[in-house]
Every structure is written in structure tokens, then in C-alpha cells.
């Protein structure tokens, strides 16, 4: 199978979202204490304004500013201080001109204000009186009634992923219940007469099946539900019932392959043989992860990826995951975050090919990123644990060159561990 | 409470780490499909070398390289193929001068081979011969036992967040079960007569309890297992019970505080009266986050936060976040994931404060990122979920300039919802 008999990535990419478009797993209600982390179903819309009441942002005095039109430190206003508004209290306190009512931060201003005077600009002379030496501009140290959300705004967009913060924004509008996507299932079926669980001993010639769970685990960060369905051997029919069943009860089905052209075979087999469309494409020309099989059974995607856990990670990164998140009804595809790095040395790569190679970022003393690539063998897993990142290198490049300034692919949050600074 | 007489973001960074450094949550053993996102307690070893054999990379002949020194395409090297390697299967296998062997990748190497050659360079003129046109070097196109994971090698370091690639290593290496540190139980505490909980009416003077769910999904996202106590209200003594049942259950009690300094007070007279050392500083030189509080009863950490959503969360990131990685036994406690980024325009500051600003973050043409500041009245809970990542303006600066290259914290991974691109 030659580099170029392959379909390359965008075309790959582009065949995934022209099947996948439309194909959105089912809406749930969940409480807002767990909606952290899943796309929102739906527009959520606020039904009233926030803050209900204008608020007071200081300690100080709540005042008509029109009647410190023109005082000065020479000629203070005077105001009469005709009460105090309590938090969480409704004021029953309505200002006349030339009076004054002493509020906390947050209260609620009474009728009549229209502005706030902080603690440090007021003297009182006595208990019931206010000097106010500078003019106070309308809505000075306050926030009024829909300032911050406005009824019928947008709290939280369709296709969003649910952050902290649109968590406090929820709970600041009332909303109790968020409508989000269910999680995607997915199947993963591992292949290959050489693999053995991670629990069993290892004979001679065997290998242990990492595949199931490194990819478990990125599915599972992804958001998805997995269903680990083990080792198929032996034979074509056992494969075929496994996947199936794979198709009955999941919305995805990733095939971590064996090795050997055999399994492959196998796997383009079984897919054709449970229904139309069957194989779409087989074999991309990226590297590492040249022999991946993409193929529809009706309406659920079936990926045959590579055996090599990185070139297995690598393809899942570029392919799987825009799926998932089509499936899930996001917005942001293929959005990645990535940064700008300069390179330590050169990489050779060859055109009308995609190169991902795993790099340690550095930072410099500029502020700016170093990126020195990993190297080795093709299907060493020690280095998928290693990198903070990957470079892309497109496919109509040669090679990249010390120096130059390349993308790096982030592959790890700070909060999960990656190793920035 | 003057900025000045609050002690620097730095101060207040140091006596957490002093106060916090030893006290470290408990170790337990889960399995290694649990293991995602977790804190390693220990380090784990290779207890073999991976692979356990030498396998072949590709498709191909075994042969030994001495045999085709000299070997081109005027005088091929002949070989007698004696055999063929399976997957999985322990070779029989032993090649003698001139012999070769069919083997697939992934396939244990026979005994007396040391290289393999592709088939693309293997010629046969019948099934039990092979012609071989170019010189093989020794463990081309193979991977030496040991070669990816030596034993004893380090799989996993104390202190790492498990990824999905650590869970490939860890399943390579057989490892089913991993020492992680448990979650750290933080108990949140929300105070202010003007509160209440998000599925109540809200009645006139009345705001929502914000902070119990965005502080609450912020720490779940730190790995913490959090514990709601619920909105404390009327009296000191309610709030003094409360707070000893959270430091007799949990091992890290958040005060989400209420806005008046009445509130600052109370929370402030029950941690001095729950045991030594209690209040260690209160009022930071930060903005916003002013009127924080930090104490220790015992060694249990206490803190007392703002009110205001924003301000409560952005303290939280800087102090509760390195809190929470020191008692998980993080290596890393103030690594943030952060980019340098052009200025859209000018940001006033004042010396002698760390100045925090929400910004969107989008991409140029040139590959860098442009930072645009998101203004608003302190307090606004939109702005909160409108950033995309922070300005940290340090305390030796008066402002940061339109077009000055900035350094931006990063608050969503694109994974998690950013808006990259």
C-alpha cells in the first residue's frame, strides 16, 4: 500500500463530517451540579434579569446624583440620611430629594437612587446627616437590574462545553436543569493472535492488548462512554459476531487492529458484510497510522485503526475525536489549541504525506516555546508518555528546518498533567 | 483595608505552600481503568523489559545482516527461507548462516536473527529462496527486547495526573492497578443573609447562591470530591457549627463569603475560635480578590472568599488551586498552561497589585495569539464565561500597553470548551 494510493487527512477528515453531519446522539435533562463537562442539547436562554433589583457594588450611601450637582470639596452637598438598607431585605426606604440611605455592598437601592456614594467620599456629622464633597455621576457604584444578564439573553450555547463558569452563570439565572447531549458510546474491539489482556501472563511471541485501555482512557476524557468489548482472535466469524454486536448497542466502533495484514483483511470484510455503505476509505496518508480502515454500517461509524498504541492515539486524535464531537453535537470540530514553538533541530518528513511527531516543550526566556522533537522507532509507547505535544507537518512540505517556527498540538492541559514552564 | 496594608499575592502563595507543605491526602490502590486523571502516589516501576522479545516493525524476511554484507543489486546475497514466524506463537525457528525466515510485524524474531528486511527488497524465484539486493544493518527494522520499557525503568513519577498515554505504558507493562492519591475532600460554605439556593423564589433584596456550584464544578475539575454545606445564614453560632462539622469532615473548608463586613467578621471570629493557628492573613493585594481570607485550624486549610462570583473564582485559581495540588502531592503546584499574546489595547493597573483581567484570546494570521480585555463592572458573572484565559498584570506595573506582548493564563483547554482558532 503506497503513501500515495492513500487518501490524505483532509479528505479523510472531510468523508467523516459529510457522514457523521446530522447524526447527533439523543438530548437528557441533568441537574446542574452535574452538567460540568457535557455539550449543551441546546440554546439556554435566561428568563428574567440579573441582577432582578439594581445593586449597590460599595459600602457607602445611596443618593439621587442629581443632588450633588456641583458639590465640591468648598461647598459639600448635605443630604439627610433617612435609613439603612439591610441585604436580603426588601427597602421599604423611598428617597425624597436630599436624602440619603446608608446601603452595604449588594443591597438592594431603594426608590428614588439612582446612585451610590462610597464610605471614603461621605462625612457625617451626625447620626442623621451625610456631606457628600464631589459630584456623583448616575448609576455611579451601582449595577442595575438586568446589567449583567438581560432577560432572553444567551447563558449557554448549543454545542458548548459546560465550564465552571457557565455553571455559575446557570446558577446566578435559576436554571436548575441543563439540557445536554448523552454521552456517545463507544465500542472497542481489540484484534491481533498476539495480544493478551493486561491480567493474563505473557508467552512467548505475545504482546499485552494496550490499545483497549490507552484508547479507553482518551475516549473517556473525550466525554464518551466506553464499552470495552476485549481481545477477538482465532477467527473471522467470532470477529464478526463481536463487531455485531458492537453495531447493535454503540454509536461508534473503533477496531484496534491487529497487526498483520490478516486482521486487516478481516476488518474490511466483516465491515462490508453487516451493511451498506461499508468501507469508505482504507489507508490515509499520514504517519504514523498509514493503515487505518474508516467504513458506515447504516448510520454507525466503524474505525479500523492501527495496532502501534501511538499510531492508534495519533489517528484517533486527527479522526475518532471530530467524530465524537460531531456525534455530540458540537460546534468546534477540529478545533485544537496549539502554540507556536521553535524548532531545536531539523525533521525530515516526505511530501504528499501528514507528519505527527511528538515534541517536549520548553519554555524560553522570551516567553516564547521551544518544541525538540522525540525520536524513535516507530511503536515505541514509552515516547506517547513523553511528549507535551505534537508537531504537524503538512503534507506539502519536505522536512522542517532548526529554528524554524512550527505549530505544536497541545496534548496536555496544565491541569492534567502536561509539563509547561 | 488599604492595598497596602494587604499582604502580595506572592506573600500569600508562600505561607500556603509553608502552611501546606507535608500534609498530604492518603494513598489508595484502583484499578487501572480508573486511573484517568488521577494523582500518582508513588512511582511505578517496570517490572520487565518491553517488549519481552525482539519483534520485527514491518512485513518481511528474518535474516542474519552479517549475511548480506555486500550484498547489491549487481550480486544479491541468497538465502534458503526455512520457515515462517506466526503471530503470537513462540518460533521453533533457528537460523543458521544463509537462512532466512517470513516473519510479520509484530513477530518474535528467531534465534540467530538480528535484522529484518522488507519485502519491498526481498525477491523470491521460488518459495524456498530469497535474493536479498542490498546490505541489511544489524536490528534493522527491529525492536530489541527491552528496547521501548527497560525493567526497572520508571513508568509513572509521584506527583503526575495520569493521562491516556501513561495508561498505555501501564498497560504495556502489565500494571492492573495503580497508587494514586484519593480525592481531596473540600467543603464549601456559603454565607450572606441575601442568599439562596438556586431552585428557591427569589424575593425582593434577594440574589442566588452562585458560588456553591461554579466553585463547586471548578474544584470537581481539580480532582476534589466536594462536599456542599449549603447557604449559612442569621447567626454566628449557625456559622461556627457549621464550620467545625467542615473541619471535623472534610480536609479543606472554603467559605464562599457574603459581601458585607459584617460576614468578613464572622467567618474571621469562628476560625480564630476553632484552634490555633487560626487567621493567618487577611486581605490580599490582588484584584479582584481583595477581602480574602486564609487560616489553618489545626492542619486543616480554611479559606475565606469573596463574594462576587468572579472575584471568588479568580482567587481561587490562585490560591485554593495550589492549595488543592499540594495536599494531592502534585509536583507542579503554580504550572499554568499560558501563551504570549499582542494586546488589543491599554490596561491601567495600579503598583503594589496584582491585577487579574478576562480576556478573548483570538489567532492571527502570523500564528501568534491577539488578547482582547473583557471590561465590565466588578462582579459581572457573564464576563466569567466570555474569557477565554487571563491577564495576570504583576504588582511592579502601572499598566500594560496596546500592542505589548502579554502573557495569558489559559482557562479552558479546547478539549473543555475554549474558543481556540
Known amino acids: 500500500m503506497d503513501f500515495f494510493h492513500c487518501i490524505s487527512l483532509l479528505e479523510a477528515q472531510d468523508m467523516i463530517v459529510k457522514e457523521l453531519t446530522g447524526s447527533v ?18 440554546d439556554v436562554v435566561s428568563a428574567e434579569n440579573l441582577p432582578p433589583f439594581s445593586r449597590s457594588t460599595v459600602d457607602g450611601f445611596a443618593v439621587r446624583s442629581a443632588d450633588t450637582f456641583g458639590a465640591s470639596e468648598a461647598a459639600p452637598s448635605l443630604f439627610t440620611v433617612v435609613g439603612e438598607v439591610l441585604m436580603g431585605k426588601s427597602t421599604g426606604i423611598e428617597l425624597a ?55 432572553g439573553s444567551i447563558l449557554l450555547h448549543r454545542g458548548q462545553i459546560i465550564t465552571p463558569a457557565h455553571i455559575g452563570v446557570l446558577a446566578a439565572s435559576g436554571v436548575t436543569h441543563v439540557p445536554v447531549r448523552q454521552p456517545v458510546k463507544v465500542a472497542i474491539i481489540s484484534t491481533g493472535d498476539e495480544l493478551v489482556d493486561i491480567d493474563m501472563p505473557v508467552k512467548a511471541g505475545q504482546i499485552r492488548d ?48 491487529g497487526s498483520s495484514v490478516g486482521a486487516r483483511d478481516f476488518t474490511v470484510k466483516a465491515i462490508d458484510g453487516l451493511g451498506a455503505p461499508g468501507v469508505l476509505f482504507h489507508g490515509i496518508a499520514i504517519k504514523p497510522g498509514k493503515p487505518t480502515i474508516f467504513g458506515m454500517v447504516d448510520r454507525t461509524p466503524i474505525f479500523g485503526l492501527p495496532g502501534h ?15 465524537v464531537r460531531l456525534l455530540s453535537g458540537q ?15 531539523n525533521v525530515a518528513s516526505s511530501p504528499g504525506r501528514d507528519d505527527f511527531v511528538g515534541v517536549r516543550l520548553n519554555r524560553q526566556a522570551d516567553g516564547g516555546y521551544q518544541a525538540a522533537p522525540i525520536f524513535g522507532k516507530s511503536g515505541l509507547i514509552r515516547l506517547m508518555a513523553e511528549s507535551d505535544g505534537i508537531m504537524h507537518i503538512p503534507s506539502d512540505k ?24
Chains 1, 2 share one sequence.
Not at 462625612?123 to 446589567?147: C, F, T, Y
Not at 498504541?309 to 467524530?323: D, F, G, I, R, Y
Open 25 to 42: 446522539v439523543a438530548l437528557e435533562q441533568v441537574p446542574l451540579v452535574d452538567a460540568l463537562g457535557r455539550v449543551a442539547a441546546e
Open 97 to 151: 430629594p436630599g436624602q440619603a440611605a446608608a446601603i452595604p455592598t449588594g443591597g438592594m437601592l431603594p426608590v428614588g437612587a439612582d446612585a451610590v456614594v462610597m464610605l471614603e467620599y461621605a462625612e457625617q456629622p451626625d447620626p442623621h446627616s451625610l456631606l457628600i464633597a464631589k459630584m456623583i455621576a448616575p448609576r455611579e457604584n451601582v449595577i442595575v437590574s438586568g446589567e449583567d444578564i438581560a432577560f
Open 210 to 257: 494496550v490499545n483497549s485501555y490507552a484508547l479507553g482512557a482518551l475516549f473517556t476524557k473525550w466525554g464518551c462512554r466506553v464499552s470495552p468489548m476485549g481481545i477477538v482472535r482465532d477467527s473471522y466469524e467470532k470477529f464478526y459476531c463481536a463487531l455485531l454486536e458492537a453495531v447493535k448497542t454503540c454509536q461508534m466502533v473503533v477496531i484496534s487492529g
Open 309 to 323: 498504541p501511538v499510531a492508534a492515539m495519533t489517528v484517533s486524535e486527527q479522526l475518532v475525536k471530530p467524530a
Open 331 to 345: 460546534k468546534e470540530i477540529f478545533a485544537r489549541r496549539s502554540v507556536p514553538a521553535r524548532l531545536t533541530r
Open 398 to 421: 519536505s522536512g522542517v528546518y532548526e529554528g524554524e517556527t512550527v505549530e505544536i498540538l497541545l496534548l496536555n492541559d496544565a491541569d492534567e498533567g502536561g509539563r509547561p514552564e
